[in-house]
């Protein structure tokens, strides 16, 4: 059990999807009281953490990726650091080291920028591919090993990672294997002129994170996790699930499709966004609405595709066309 999980108060627990539903919009309305006009993707980046992934937020300077982490992170009520990823950066900067002790006459460990619940892993393609590298281990297997001892990072633990577009200078694209440890990737994009009218208005914006209250605290976060991964999911959903990764997979175009890992993701997510519109059950629709950000940063196109002006976002919008939508079966008593 983590030590988060293990002071949480009993309380903490989720009593239903109206409840769910209740404490995810509480969260939504404080996080978008900071990042104005993208109601959407805030409610897609707390999916995605509710459902224990790493969120990948690309676009162009100054529309708010860092102020969205961070507003996520208070929220939430969840500890947090940043590391901000240059050229320099060492990969111990980011796992931590084993430091000569004067007083002690021996090495002790000194944890690095991952020891916190919300990593925000600033410009991550700023740094070399081996900094980049360093965060593999945490990823996946929420622990760090370094001079052969093995570190458990505080739950839950998350990172939230932003990076330029790959054509800005000095950038280095993420290899393939740690694009699919990101969960989602998201895109800001320039808020309309009704929401830059507020900002304006409210100069300066960055005021009003430091004020941004917790909702609850990382109990709460955990309970709501946990309900989220009883929602019920279909047989027939989940083969239509597994219909959309072949489909991915098989496409003329794509040299790379969607994991396994990729596929349990999205079930996860389809789960977390039901139990946010106060339902204990997927529908299709939830699997439509997130498989553009959980898919197109996994799919590697063919040189010929990329020739033709084809994107990943086409190839999901064919895949979506050309797989069926199934009818799921009627629930049974005592199925979760």
Not at 160 to 171: C, D, F, K
Not at 230 to 243: E, F, I, R, S
């Amino acid at each position: 059990m983590s030590e988060l999980s293990a002071v949480a108060p009993v309380q903490d627990a989720v009593g239903g999807p109206q409840e769910f539903a209740r404490d995810f919009s509480a969260v939504h309305s404080q996080v978008c009281s900071v990042i104005r006009g993208k109601p959407e993707q805030v409610r897609l980046a707390l999916v995605c953490l509710l459902a224990g992934g790493h969120l990948l937020v690309e676009d162009v300077p100054g529309v708010g990726k860092t102020s969205l982490a961070k507003s996520i992170a208070r929220a939430l009520g969840l500890s947090w650091g940043r590391a901000q990823f240059t050229p320099d950066l060492l990969p111990s900067d980011v796992t931590g080291a084993s430091v000569f002790d004067r007083a002690a006459n021996d090495f002790v460990f000194r944890p690095g920028a991952v020891f916190v619940n919300v990593l925000l892993a600033d410009e991550i393609n700023r740094a070399s591919p081996k900094t980049q590298a360093a965060l593999l281990e945490a990823m996946e297997e929420r622990q760090v090993t370094v001079d052969a001892n093995t570190y458990t990072l505080p739950e839950p633990f998350l990172v939230i990672a932003t990076q330029n577009p790959v054509e800005h200078e000095g950038t280095y694209p993420l290899p393939v294997s740690e694009l699919d440890r990101f969960l989602m990737k998201l895109h800001l994009g320039y808020p309309d002129r009704r929401s830059t009218l507020e900002i304006l208005a409210e100069e300066p914006s960055t005021r009003r994170l430091p004020e941004l209250a917790a909702v609850f605290g990382p109990g709460r976060a955990e309970a709501m996790a946990a309900y989220a991964s009883t929602v019920y999911v279909a047989p027939a959903l989940q083969g239509y699930l597994v219909d959309l990764a072949e489909a991915t997979r098989e496409h003329p175009g794509v040299l790379i499709g969607l994991s396994p890992r990729a596929v349990l993701g999205l079930q996860r997510c389809a789960r977390c966004l039901a139990a946010s519109h106060g339902r204990d059950y997927v529908v299709p629709d939830d699997v439509k609405a997130l498989l553009g950000a959980v898919a197109e940063h996994r799919i590697v196109l063919s040189p010929e595709l990329v020739y033709s002006a084809g994107s990943a976002t086409r190839v999901v919008a064919e895949v979506l066309s050309r797989v069926p939508v199934p009818l799921p079966a009627p629930r049974k008593a005592g199925d979760v």
